[in-house]
């Protein structure tokens, strides 16, 4: 059987042996519910126009209730109007809650007082009404009066694009999420299969550098899969609550987030799965992974820098060390602050990267896989890649 068909055997058995796992699946349907939830809560939080509801007594405030309703939506107010016979029946209503406010000729009443946004734009109908009727009274059309009183906005120049620094933010934030668990997923799955000796049988019939790339490809896919899941969810849940206002470097992140996810969690893979393959027990992983672990919070705190300062030195230089480069490129990418060149040597190094530690992991796992007893340090499993004992 060619090397192909092995590391898609194994791949496949690791496909399915997650995707059965009760754990898995429920990780994965909290996430969603999370993210979802998320969504919700900004949304109703954020809820529309605040709605108030007015009393009007007279004809002056009828008019002024007019004006106040053509400029309520810029505002973020929607007014509901109640006609009322006369003064002391606006009184009784505001007294009984039943208004929010009541509008007279000349007077606004308020059971203590109003919201702010509520009187400004009553104050403002109310100078809108009486400038136009001075206006008129002094001969002016309704037309000229009108004119007088609304002349045309100013002209608004856009300086560059929106701000896309909360894409930055979760793009490094979900990257960060990822990686570790798809991370701890590879050197749990190898610990396990050491510890019941399950992959003495399995290496009886495949060659161990086969047996990590069918783990570290099948797990791969397994945590592309949630991702788009999850991310899927949050869009759908967004789009339905008309909560989706987005960057014009949207689908530009989107891309590199895929990539970046590609290649770090390669990187990462083999790095955790050497890490699992140095011990023997799940209570000795800890060691091996407290390293990779700090680098990976380390990367984490570096792209959230970034998504504040995408073209500070630290970012730059961050982009072209592979470790760091897949939570702050994408974060740079959101901000336009990522030049074509500096993306292309990112992208060239991280491949680069990958291939070498591909290459070193299947070593080190090849001889250490076996191994039982004491945790492995680093410079034993490095003289192992040597082929030293």
């Known amino acids: ?21 009760r754990a898995f699946l429920v990780s994965t349907g909290l996430s969603v519910l999370a993210v979802v939830l998320i ?11 605040e709605r108030y509801t007015v009393g009007v007594v007279g004809p002056q405030a009828q008019a002024t209730i007019e ?20 003064e002391a029946a606006a009184r009784r209503a505001v007294e009984d809650d039943d208004v929010d406010a009541a509008l007279t000729d000349g ?54 694009e929106a701000s896309g620094a909360g894409i ?10 990822a990686i570790l668990g798809l991370g701890y997923m590879v050197s749990g799955g190898v610990v396990e299969e050491k510890a019941t000796r399950v992959v003495e049988v399995i290496l009886a019939a495949i060659r161990p550098v086969h047996l990590l790339a069918g783990k570290v490809l099948g797990i791969g896919l397994l945590g592309l899969l949630q991702v788009l899941v999850i991310v899927g969810a949050g869009l759908i849940a967004a789009i339905a609550l008309d909560r989706v206002e987005l960057p014009d470097s949207t689908a530009l992140t989107a891309a590199l987030i895929l990539v970046y ?16 393959a140095m011990v ?24 959230i ?3 504040e300062s995408p073209d500070s030195g630290v970012a730059v230089v961050a982009t072209l060390i592979p470790p760091l480069a897949p939570m702050v490129v994408p974060a740079r990418a959101a901000q336009d602050a990522l030049p074509a060149g500096e993306l292309v040597l990112s992208i060239a190094l991280m491949i680069a990267a990958s291939a070498l530690l591909l290459w070193l992991a299947a070593r080190i796992y090849d001889r250490a896989v076996l191994r039982i007893g004491a945790p492995l340090r680093l410079t034993q499993a490095l003289a192992l890649a040597r082929g030293r004992e």
């Open 1 to 21: 059987m060619n090397a192909r068909r092995l590391i898609y055997l194994t791949a496949r058995r690791e496909v399915r042996e997650r995707l059965r796992s």
């Open 39 to 49: 969504v919700v809560v900004a949304s109703l939080n954020s809820g529309g126009d």
């Open 67 to 86: 004006q106040a309703r053509q400029g309520q939506e810029a505002i973020g107010v929607e007014l509901e109007v109640r006609a009322l016979s006369d």
């Open 107 to 160: 007077r606004i009443l308020s059971r203590g007082e109003p919201a702010p946004e509520l009187l400004a734009l009553l104050q403002e109908a109310n100078r809108q009404t009486a400038g136009e009727r001075a206006l008129r009274d002094a001969g002016l059309s309704a037309e000229e009066a009108q004119s007088a009183l609304n002349p045309p906005p100013l002209a608004l120049e856009e300086l560059g």
């Open 168 to 177: 930055a933010f979760l793009a490094s934030l979900l990257l960060y999420i």
């Open 261 to 276: 996810f590609l290649l770090g969690y390669l990187l990462y893979a083999c790095a955790f799965a050497v890490a699992g």
């Open 280 to 303: 023997s027990r799940q209570e000795d992983a800890n060691s091996t992974t407290a390293p990779l672990m700090i680098v990976l919070v380390g990367a984490y705190l570096i792209g």
């Open 305 to 307: 820098s970034a998504s």
